[in-house]
């Protein structure tokens, strides 16, 4: 099996942070974005919407989406579990790891390709609504800033997708100039502690 | 249990048919999202972005996001899956269903929020995105003609959470004037087999 990434993504990212904690070791097939190479058409038969990371088995079958790329592999080999191991871990990481991804990893990407038209060759960027996206961003920061003032990690107790997907969105805010502060001391412990973890190297 | 629900809203109908696909019954208790009945701290402490569905517990324990209160469920009662059995089938609802959200039920509720300013005592809305959101709706829906030439359902041969997600953001589109046309011969014939399944009254 391969996976198909691209090293400087923060999407592709979160699946080498996510394999790194589970110790398994993949090959990895680099795309350039920037030169567009996801959106031929042998990539978008691999992946309908040209995206990357696309996990690619070994008869062929792809697998598009960082989170169901993850869940494949956390169904082949479960521990550590990293999306909730009952029923109600599994609801809350889901739960945690979705509002993380919709109001900070979306909101900083959505800022970054709509302030910056770093890809108006396939978009049409609406730089007020990239303000906008940045403003959310920064906001939903309060809300992580309160559940890190009662729970170590996001999900609670344990470790999860959820911290893996907020840790590439704060990493990749940095190009939108959007920066932790001194408000967020609860989000900075966090932060250095997982930043701390040898997966956040992958 | 009960769920806090809004019987308008595109979002909570997703678990409504879930649920009734499941045979599980639950108490609904309606919220008025229109008077920001949900942003009250109250709510807000039962999901801390103050959207529905919530799942709360007997316990008092509070689920948010609708496919953490689905992924709860199943875990609960796997059958019908509806998230797939394998590993394989698990991550393939995953990618399909996340990208029927993000690049189809997400667009949707992006032209609507953005282009009538229904929600603007909340938000800003920025009514150029708006029209761009209802353009990336438009061209996933040929994704999903494609898809659905080969294949019976979304994710493949099963029904599955990926169709009900469909289903709700095209049954939404209606608002926004977006509309399933002739050259969507194949989303027809799979739109019409869903909707005439009972959940689909839920």
Redesign the interface.
Known sequence: MKIYDTKTAPTPRRVRIFLAEKDIQVEYVQVDLGAGENLSASMRAKN??GKIPI?E?DDG?C???S???C??FE??QPEPYLFGQ???E???V??WQ??VEF?LFMQVGMCFQ?STGHFKDR??P?P??GK?AGINATK?LS?LE??LADEEFIAGPKFSIADITALCAIDFARVVQIRLGEKHQNVNRWYQQVSSRPSAKA
Chains 1, 2 share one sequence.
Request: charged content about 20%; aromatic content about 8%.
């Open positions: 309908p919407i996990l088995l079958t697998i598009g989406e989170d169901a790329i869940a494949y169904a082949i009952s029923a109600i599994k609801a809350q889901m739960m979705r509002q109001c709509h978009m049409t609406v007020e609504y906008e939903y809300v309160k559940r």
